[in-house]
């Protein structure tokens, strides 16, 4: 690619932060001047009559509750923390089918329905109305116990949910935002991991995006989503286990190793850039699965230069297109793939020395029409059978170079 | 209930063994007289003309393959074993939309399309035709290394995917098959786990059931799976790894620790039998969920008393029609539930001392018409959320009993 097709991924990001009618926090992440939404000279107040989100809830008899966020269980079965988001049936709101809360308001409409005070926006990102986890002032986080049961542990489902919308046009993809926008998403993103990994209690951040009806998704805005988790997930807690033995064994990092052995033979190598290698990993288990990672060790997007995530912009678009490309219809036609992407980052805290930056991207169907479904293995034995190979993965990829 | 009203729960069974055209192993377990299926009298070859399953696949070139099942990859960066199902891509044979493989072969018509080569039977087990997991005699079973890459480790996936049918009428489901019935389904699947469990190379079986195209189940004929794994699946780890550490600090099993608690306080208890108990797990994490755990520390189904699997016989029976009201619809009507069923029983070597049996039954539906889907959260991090808790669930089973 010569100099003059470089597209222009300059980091021009404005950010204002507000708040919306609940006290939820709102920051718009602005790329294109004059910036169409987040200045200060125009609507930010969310003109909702919404109660505040951490005021008492009071129930048909009149009797005060006090919000105090969802519970996390520890299951004594796996040792994992489940948050019940049971608090979520108190939704006083849902949208009519038909409405679509990420939409930016409409000029001159009564706004109402929308979650986005604004009537146009480049990037947002808001906490979700409805969060599985959610730090309520002033709630105890400390660890009790159920009935003075020592197996019955719980506490405070502290963190955050944030919603991030990619562009302000419901019809729109990430594939298809262009790559100053990408730059734009790439940014909140690295915004959002170095201020959640701030919050009290907040043990790890996952950036990600799930897209398509096929994994449950019903409002097709083109989103994703951010949590601020209080305990360091089942996978990467097993990703850590891995790392730290193989750091012990070796002095050198899991992952590094992984994209060098990758790099050194090339057969499921399926995207290089200056800084970024995609490749299916030597055991994936989806259908369709592919790992993004940069080539320079790092924990975490915030630990990204501006080259690297410059490059990132323009990289991750060419690999969305060709995963919209993977499966074609009956006419030959793409058909655009629904899948899950997600950034695989270091905990806060713990295991950063062995930790390395990478996305996830996967898909559970299988061919056109025909969906892998977690079933008795999958689901009851947390075991995984592939139905295909990742070299055949890899090839389809390769193919549509 | 009095002595007349109990149910005929004795063992009664008789286990015939054949082998179907292309060597798969066939097992009815009959329980009527006379024996509708397995008499030595009656047809038991498989007219079918199956090639033999370990015969090398020659392909168009005419050059002969020989077959060497399925393949394990060591996923290094969770250390879970994932096979390879892709040799299931060699299928030479699919059963048109309409025909049920399952179903009894028709009197008096050709015998082609099914897999039960007699026109009727009680119970039955056979080898499934396209496996995840099969042992090819005379294949290499030890670990070795892709490429000289030490990341990269594969071994053959020995073990065995069978499939039970639990009654030879498609529209019978295990809930409707009454308590004889259900007695020969807990010899079958005693008799299964001892058998497979002596197979070379077997580390764990697992007995389930996927029941309802919610969960990708295309045939509705009344059947199960079992698996004979080559290692201990993740959950099953997870497991084992808590069970340990708590019998470390207090000389006691986990499982039995967890039941007590739950019959302490009894508030998650949702059916109690001489020799079982059906409770809610605190931390249960899908929408719905019940474990059912015999009250004596036994390890595995195959060291149940005869006591113990009339009483299973009858229990399981009162918790599935149960579970089959959990939801109705807009008229009131109960809507079959879509659901997971599988045995946790110890492992074949490791962890037997800390393992105690129980069955997890649990469903993705959260509402008529509303699954819980395996999005980004789920999938990407294996952290699950439940959006309910276990004490409406357990609420809910309390008003069906």
Redesign the interface.
């Known amino acids: 690619m010569s100099t003059e097709q470089q597209p222009d991924v300059t980091a021009r990001v404005r950010r204002t932060a507000t708040r919306l009618a609940d006290g939820r926090e709102l920051i718009y992440f602005d790329d294109s001047e004059p910036y169409v939404s987040g200045a200060a000279t125009r609507r930010l107040d969310d003109p909702r009559p919404l109660p505040d989100r951490y005021a008492p809830v009071v129930d048909a008899d009149g009797v005060a509750h006090p919000v105090t966020g969802p519970e996390l269980?520890?299951?004594?079965?796996?040792?994992?923390w489940?948050?019940?988001?049971?608090h979520?049936?108190n939704r006083t709101f849902l949208p009519p089918a038909d409405a679509n809360p990420l939409a930016p308001a409409r000029p001159g409409a009564a706004y109402q329905d929308g979650e986005i005070p604004d009537t146009d926006y480049d990037v947002v990102v808001f906490e979700n109305r409805f969060p599985?986890l959610m730090t309520v002032p002033g709630v105890d986080t400390g660890t009790e116990l159920?009935?003075g049961?020592p197996?019955?542990q719980r506490r405070a489902g502290v963190g955050r949910c944030e919603v991030i919308c990619f562009s302000s046009d419901p019809t729109a993809s990430l594939a298809t935002v262009g790559p100053r926008r990408m730059r734009t998403v790439v940014e909140a993103w690295t915004d959002r991991t170095r201020e959640l990994s701030a919050l009290p209690g907040v043990e790890q951040v996952?950036c990600?995006?799930?897209r398509g009806k096929e994994?449950?998704?019903t409002l097709h805005h083109p989103h994703g989503?951010i949590?601020a988790?209080p305990y360091v997930?089942?996978?990467?807690q097993?990703?850590l286990?891995?790392a730290r033995a193989?750091h012990e064994t070796t002095g050198r990092l899991?992952?590094r190793?992984?994209l060098d052995?990758e790099l050194?033979?090339g057969r499921r190598v399926v995207l290089e850039s200056e800084h970024w290698v995609a490749y299916v990993?030597?055991?994936?288990?989806w259908p369709v699965e592919v790992h993004l990672a940069p080539r320079r060790d790092v924990p975490d997007l915030p630990a990204l230069t501006d080259a690297e995530k410059a490059d990132l912009s323009t990289t991750y678009l060419t690999l969305l297109r060709r995963l919209d490309q993977f499966f074609v219809d009956g006419d030959g036609g793409a058909i655009p793939l629904p899948y899950?992407?997600?950034w695989?980052q270091a905990p806060v805290r713990e295991g950063r020395d062995v930790s390395r930056l990478h996305l996830?991207v996967?898909s559970?169907l299988r061919a056109p029409g025909k969906?892998?479904?977690?079933?008795?293995?999958e689901?009851?034995?947390?075991?995984?059978?592939?139905?295909?190979?990742?070299e055949?993965i890899a090839r389809r990829l390769q193919e549509l170079a």
């Open positions: 269980r520890l299951d004594p079965l796996t040792g994992e489940i948050p019940m988001a049971a979520r049936m599985s159920v009935d049961e197996l019955w996952f990600f995006e799930n994994i449950g998704v989503q949590y988790f997930t089942p996978r990467t097993a990703m286990r891995q193989h899991l992952l190793d992984v052995a050194r033979h990993p030597y055991a994936a288990r899950i992407s997600g695989h996830q996967f559970v969906l892998k479904y977690l079933a008795g293995v689901s009851a034995m947390a075991s995984w059978i592939s139905d295909t190979t990742p055949r």
